[in-house]
Structure formats: structure tokens, C-alpha cells
């Protein structure tokens, strides 16, 4: 892991978690761009997240490509 990949960011909650406005029962979460871009990510590529409980540091690791075959 190279040292831009191990920094740390901090967000507010406010900047990156919305109500979905089509289902307000479901949380929208943006990913800033910089950690995008950082991570090689594009829109529709698998992620998962993973929280520790203890200090609900929150880690995110790509574990798929963008699906091309679903439009």
C-alpha cells in the first residue's frame, strides 16, 4: 500500500450521506471525487464497507468492476 493510499480523511456526515429523495427510507451515500480518483473507482464498481464497531472507522475495499452488461 503507498502512502496516498493509507491516508486518512475525515468528512462530515452531512457532506456525504443524503436521503434518497425517490425513497426517503434509504440513505445516498457521494464518495468525494479525490478519494475516487485516489482508488481508481468509477461509478457502478462493486465496494464493500466495513465498520469497526470499536471506532466506527469506516473501511471501503473495490471487490468488482462496473457491471457493463447491466446498461
Do not use: A, C, H
Not at 457521494?30 to 473507482?41: A, F, N, V, Y
Amino acid at each position: 500500500m503507498t502512502e496516498q493510499q493509507s491516508k486518512k480523511f475525515e468528512y462530515k456526515y452531512e457532506d456525504l450521506f443524503e436521503e434518497d429523495p425517490n425513497n426517503p427510507e434509504q440513505i445516498l451515500m457521494t464518495i468525494p471525487e479525490e478519494i475516487r480518483t485516489m482508488q481508481g473507482w468509477n461509478e457502478g464498481d462493486l465496494l464493500k464497507f466495513t465498520v469497526d464497531e470499536t471506532t466506527k472507522i469506516m473501511t471501503i475495499t473495490k471487490v468488482g468492476e462496473k457491471d457493463e452488461s447491466n446498461g
